[in-house]
């Protein structure tokens, strides 16, 4: 007999999505991204920014790439350019759960740098392999 028409005749369906969402949800890691500015002199034209990547999922991330998405409007994007091939972040084979950090950081001159930057985190987990989140921070 099916384990799923076995469950459906004892079960409502509801109790069921509940324990397949949970089940999902084991397997999956999950990042934030947190950011605080270190010591910026902006009279002189310079910031420090700290980025920190956070898995608090509840699986551990696996070959987790890191990346800097280009700005959409022509303007930037030959300042970032610049910005990006002076900064890698990343890869790391493992990223633990339980709220373990990647902490990367940037010191740049502001008239090099673009004023926002999208970060892409992709990762393997237990749920799907190629998983990603988007980040959209404030440099200055």
Known sequence: MDILKFLGAILPISIIIKAVNYLIKNK???FRCETD???SDFYRG????YFHFINDGKSDAKNVRIEMLPPEN???KEKFLKFANKYKLGPYE???SNSEKIDNSITSNILS????LKI???WNDGFRNNRHQVFSVDLY
């Open 74 to 76: 022509e303007i930037d």
């Open 120 to 122: 892409k985190i992709t």
């Open 94 to 96: 493992l990223i633990n």
């Open 28 to 30: 999956m890691a999950h």
């Open 46 to 49: 310079y910031f420090n920014v």
């Open 113 to 116: 740098a673009p004023k926002t």
């Open 37 to 39: 500015t270190g010591k």
